[in-house]
């Protein structure tokens, strides 16, 4: 493998679709990103990714030898296809139609298998064995190595922990149409609904609610940690009992895969790791059979994917046999 080459790293995800080509040493040296799609046939989403990697400059593109892609899922890692609760397609295929266009290869991981695979490669994981990275985001995610051995599933999914059940009685339905995950009740797109549902259970008068009353369409993420810096009653109460359900779902990661360290990151941590990091790491040796890992932000930042994507390139995975 020359030094000279380079790889397309791609990172889909519900919001935004970023595009960068980096080398095997992790330095990005193209980056682009737009939102992502969300409307239109079972090759829009491709299609885009095409139209942004040509935009790169081609003494770039003239040295790239694959891309990697890592995805919002769940997803067919065989088949190269995703099927995204969290965008309005029923199914997108990526790998078969970017081999087609590019005549690259092209390989498709979980977005958050893809951040671990950067953080084992170029980030705080390099020496480690055992390793997780939790995202906390638009949805939850992780991705996992066990013993060196990085974890993908039969189809590419083995490692969905924002599809866990943390409430039995399933009051919120997550985007999957499952009820009681997880992701249903901390992401950054459920959290408004959390928030709604404590106010109508408990009652509770603040600014917080009356947004929600007026026009909860308005109410994001951001606007309830803002509010609970500012001392918002609801706002509080939502991001207390946020900070239990994010420990025993940070508990269920540390009991099933053991980890030696768990990376974290995701705009919902990473822009407020006062309110929602350091709570996971006071209160998740209540829940936890384990022993406790390491838990910290990554150092890779909001590239993580990107990251991971570039970096599978020049590593690609050994694809699951049914």
């Known amino acids: 493998m020359s030094s000279s080459e380079l790889s397309i790293g ?21 980056k682009l990103s737009e939102r992502t799609v969300n409307e239109g046939d079972e090759y829009a989403i491709s299609n885009q990714i095409y139209k942004m990697i040509s935009s790169a400059p081609r003494e770039l593109l003239s040295k790239v030898i694959g891309i990697g892609i890592g995805s919002i899922g769940p997803m067919d890692i065989k088949k190269g296809i995703i099927f995204p609760p969290n965008l309005n397609f029923k199914f997108a295929s990526l790998t078969a139609p970017l081999k087609e266009k590019l005549n690259l290869p092209v390989y498709l991981l979980n977005d958050c298998v893809a ?19 939790i995202t906390i985001s638009t949805g939850i ?69 009356d947004m929600i009353k007026d026009n909860f369409s308005y109410v994001t993420s951001e606007i309830i940690f803002k509010l609970a810096r500012e001392g918002d009653r609801l706002a509080k109460v939502v991001v207390e009992r946020c900070s239990e359900i994010n420990a025993m779902g940070f508990a269920n990661v540390i009991d099933v895969y053991d980890p030696s360290l768990i990376t974290v990151g995701g705009s919902v941590v990473l822009n407020n790791l006062d309110l929602v990091l350091e709570p996971i790491k006071k209160k998740v040796r209540n829940y936890a059979a384990n022993s406790i890992p390491d838990i910290i932000p990554t150092p890779l930042g909001q590239d993580i994917v990107l990251y991971g994507a570039i970096a599978t390139v020049f590593n690609p995975p050994r694809l699951p046999r049914r």
């Open 115 to 133: 951040a671990v695979v950067g953080e084992k490669n170029f980030g705080a994981g390099k020496e480690v064995d055992n390793l997780v990275y």
């Open 10 to 30: 791609v990172d889909l995800g519900a919001t935004n679709l970023r595009v960068a080509i980096g080398n095997k040493e992790g330095k990005i040296l193209f």
């Open 141 to 209: 995610g992780g991705g996992v190595y066990v013993n060196g051995n990085l974890l993908l599933g039969k189809e590419g999914n083995a490692h969905e922990v924002g599809h866990t059940v943390l409430d039995y009685k399933g009051k919120l339905v997550c985007g999957c149409g499952k009820p009681g995950h997880w992701e249903a009740y901390c992401s950054g797109k459920n959290l408004p609904r959390f928030a709604k549902l404590v106010m109508e259970e408990e009652k509770i008068e603040s600014k917080l609610s």
